[in-house]
Every structure is written in C-alpha cells, then in structure tokens.
C-alpha cells in the first residue's frame, strides 16, 4: 500500500532528503508491502495544514514544525523557548526529556509519533544593521510560531505569519522585511536577494517532526510497524547528524551571497536575554507542571 506524506520544506532540504532515506528503507524493510512517498515544498498540503490533514486521515502521514502548534498546547513550543537549549547536545537532552510527553498529547490528538529532526540554531535576518531592540521597533517581521510572534510583539515589530514556501516572495514585495529562522531556510529562500544581515543569535533549535495518522498505523501488521519504528529511529539521529554537519556551511554560503554575517552586538546580545528570560517564565507559566519537570530533568543531565 502506499502512503503520501506531505511536507512542508523543498525537496531539496536535508528534512526532505532525509524523509526521501527514510520513505526507502520502510519500502525496503517492508519488501515494498508499505511504500511511502513523499511531497515536499508544500504540494500536497501546505505547512499550515499538514498536522490537521494527519489527524484526520486525509493524509497517512506528515511532517510538520511541531512549534507551529503551541497555540494548541504550550508542549509543542518546548524547543523554541529563547536560549534554553541552543546547541545540538542540549537540543537533543531537551528533546529526549520532552519526548515522553510529546507523544502522549500527539497520541490524544490521534497522532502516533515517528520521529523528529531538529534545524540549525536560530538567528535573525535584516535588511539593515541592527545592533539592539530598539533598532528592531516597527519592522515587519515574519513569524513562524507563536514564539516568533511574541518576539516581534516584545521586540515592537509588525508580526506576519508566513510559510518557509512562501518566504521569497513575502521578502520580495515588501510584505516581510526581516525574520528569525536557521542559515538553511535562509539559503534556501536566497534570502539575500532581498535581505543583507544575518545574526547569529543561536536562540533554539526547533523541530520538525513525523507523525502518522494513529487509525493508518493500526491498520499496520506488526512486522510492518516494527520497520517503520526501525527506519523512524534511524531517521531521527542521522536527520539531527545531517543538520549539525551542514551548520557552518550554511552560514558561509549567505556571507559568500554578499551577506553580512556576525554574532549579536553585546546590547542586542543582553536585551535578546530579556526577551528569553520573559518567554520562558512565560512558557513554563503556560506548560504548568509538565513543563517544569521537562525543564528541570534538561536542566539535571
Ligand atoms: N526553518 C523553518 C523553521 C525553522 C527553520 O530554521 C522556517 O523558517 O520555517
């Protein structure tokens, strides 16, 4: 049988390429009994829509930016609190103490959880220099996450909710002029086509992360749910290798486009740590108790 999945980012990024190995080894594992297959760049569903088509079935499967739905519950914001965990090994502690949780609001929402793969660290894009808060006030800024948005909402900036596809052009026309994202979606939307800064901030690292529809999964035999679970955790770690790996490079191919790119001013530095220590009292306000014991078991290793 075959299952569309729909996904959000090019073909051409490492989630999709890294969905195409893992679509492989579930048809290989399964003697081609499963054949998964994949639609990036939004084709079948877009970002926005992916988790809800799951949920209901119109899709088998899916790949989403889980942190686009802490409007739904703060849990799915756990890897975009501001300077919590902003290297690989910390996203990953952080990501292995929320994951007990994280599949058990997925599992309530009718999703079975597969796997997930984080993006490079954050950093935000600007089309001029920005050396504090108060240079940010009255920008447009793209939003991805209720996250992004507070940041414009603390940073007095113009919040738009945009897809990564739809990117280029909001920079293009004017409709977005700056944005918090990794170097890869930065490269990915040639970003300096429109924009000439890029501050390496390293505020989180978010996810991507796979899920199935839990009725599609229950229709699996188990020989074919063992595959999938085998390939899902393979798919997980060598995501997560891939994204470190490709980091650095990332970061020179915008410089080697005529960016500019650097590290925070000190000032821009201590008034983003504001905004950090804000947002996380907010978000362990709004996680409760599950949220303190995933914060302090990070916190413990
Ligand atoms: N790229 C995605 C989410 C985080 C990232 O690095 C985006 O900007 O939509």
């Known amino acids: 049988q075959k299952w569309d999945m729909p996904m959000a ?5 490492y989630h999709s390429q890294n969905a195409a190995t893992f679509a492989k080894c579930v048809a290989d594992g399964t003697a081609s009994k499963l054949n998964i297959v994949t639609h990036p760049g939004g084709s079948l569903f877009g970002g926005n829509d992916i988790k809800r088509a799951v949920q209901t079935g119109q899709a088998p499967i899916g790949e989403r930016l889980i942190s686009a739905h802490a409007n739904e519950n703060p849990l799915f914001g756990v890897d975009s609190i501001p300077f919590l965990a902003t290297s690989f090994a910390d996203s990953d502690k952080l990501w292995k103490a929320a994951r007990p ?3 058990a609001v997925l599992a309530k929402q009718n999703l079975v959880y597969l796997y997930a793969v984080p993006w490079p660290p954050q950093g935000f894009y600007f089309k001029k220099e920005v050396n504090s808060a108060a240079d940010m006030k009255g920008i447009k800024f793209r939003a991805y996450n209720a996250a992004t948005a507070r940041i414009a909402a603390l940073g007095g900036m ?9 990117l280029s052009q909001a920079l293009a026309t004017g409709v977005a002029e700056s944005f918090i994202s990794s170097g890869s979606t930065g490269v990915d939307s040639k970003v300096w086509e429109s924009l000439t800064h890029f501050y390496d901030v390293q505020a989180w690292l978010p996810r991507n992360v796979v899920f199935a529809n839990k009725d599609a999964w229950d229709k699996l035999d188990d020989a074919t749910k063992k595959a999938v679970s085998g390939c899902a955790d393979k798919a997980g770690a060598e ?6 790996e490709l980091t650095a490079g990332y970061l020179k ?17 201590a008034d983003l740590a504001k905004f950090g220590e804000t947002m996380t009292e907010e978000w362990l ?10 914060v302090d078991a990070f916190k413990a290793k």
């Open 253 to 269: 191919t915008l410089a080697s486009n005529g960016m500019k790119v650097s590290g925070p001013s000190a000032q821009f530095k």
């Open 285 to 294: 306000k709004a996680a409760g108790a599950d949220g303190k014991t995933i």
């Open 239 to 244: 995501g997560a290798k891939k994204a470190e």
């Open 158 to 166: 113009v919040p738009v909710q945009i897809e990564a596809a739809e």
């Open 101 to 103: 949780k994280m599949e």
């Open 9 to 13: 980012y090019p073909a051409t990024n």
